[in-house]
């Protein structure tokens, strides 16, 4: 019987998220085991629905390459947000069987952010669903969540790779997987869009970076051409054989780490 645990920490990212299913795929095939998750905007996305247990891998990665950008364009006539999310509402409900966060088969938390207070939210009870859209609702794209008197937008804006969550839920290993990473700055902004969506990646990135001292290993894989607000099925494909690489190629670290904690547990 193990006595350690490893969290798996997945950050936000749109589109360049879909890494995170290739990073997922090859824990798996590998028979590594994930005993905690932790996620923000994407990374809540597909944190959650793996953690619910509801779902397999063939589903979850099927899912991941059927998504459009229409799939998130309910439009919304509130001045609050562009989009409502009630249709990736409906896609998680169906994906989570709608259950709370309590009868997941992991533990998993996702983080927002209070809109007023500016505080990092931690969501690890309650409807999952609802957490998940809190974690994932980026300021001006997706409606607020209204939450016990809070008013919740996408975690990134306090802390986009909340490892310190994890360590906090009793992860002895931190495996975090990073999609704003070093491969997809320094972009030459073409449109408005481009632009605000430069300067978000930037403030997120050097957030991640402040997370250095809570993971044990970070995968960061290549999505230099996926853009994170395109969703289509090619570039979906490309951003979860990306994490897979990078999961790969970190895998005889990982199996390094693992071997270091079962000898430090066992001495003890």
Avoid at 18 to 36: T, W
Avoid at 42 to 62: F, K, L, R, W
Avoid at 105 to 130: Q, S
Avoid at 149 to 156: A, I, R
């Amino acid at each position: 019987m193990r006595n350690y645990k490893i969290g798996l920490v997945l950050g936000g990212g749109g589109a360049l998220g879909f890494s995170h299913v290739g990073v997922l795929q090859v824990l798996e095939e590998n028979n590594i085991p994930v005993d905690i998750v932790c996620g923000t905007s994407m990374g809540a996305i597909v944190g959650g629905v793996y953690a619910c247990g509801e779902t397999d891998m063939q589903t979850i990665t099927s899912t991941a390459l059927k998504m459009k950008t229409i799939h998130l364009a309910d439009v919304n006539f509130n001045l609050r947000g562009l989009f409502r999310g009630r249709k990736i509402i409906k896609n998680l409900s169906k994906l989570t069987k709608d259950k709370n966060i309590e009868d997941y088969k992991l533990p998993f938390c996702c983080v927002a952010t209070d809109l007023i207070t500016g505080k990092e939210v931690r969501l690890d009870k309650g409807n999952g669903v609802r957490a998940i859209r809190a974690s994932m609702g980026v300021p001006g794209l997706f409606t607020p969540v209204e939450y016990d008197n809070m008013m919740l937008v996408d975690g990134g804006v306090t802390n986009n790779l909340p490892c310190n969550v994890a360590r906090d839920m009793g992860a002895d290993i931190i495996i975090a997987v990073s999609a704003y990473n070093r491969y997809v700055l320094h972009k030459k902004p073409n449109t408005s869009i481009d632009t605000l969506s430069n300067a978000f990646l930037l403030s997120i990135y050097e957030l991640d970076r402040k997370q250095k001292r809570h993971y044990d290993l970070l995968i960061e894989p290549q999505l230099d051409e996926i853009d994170q607000f395109v969703f289509k099925k090619k570039k979906t494909a490309i951003a979860i054989q990306r994490g897979r690489e990078a999961m790969e190629g970190a895998l005889p670290k990982l199996k390094e780490l693992i071997k270091e904690m079962e000898t430090k547990k066992t001495s003890k």
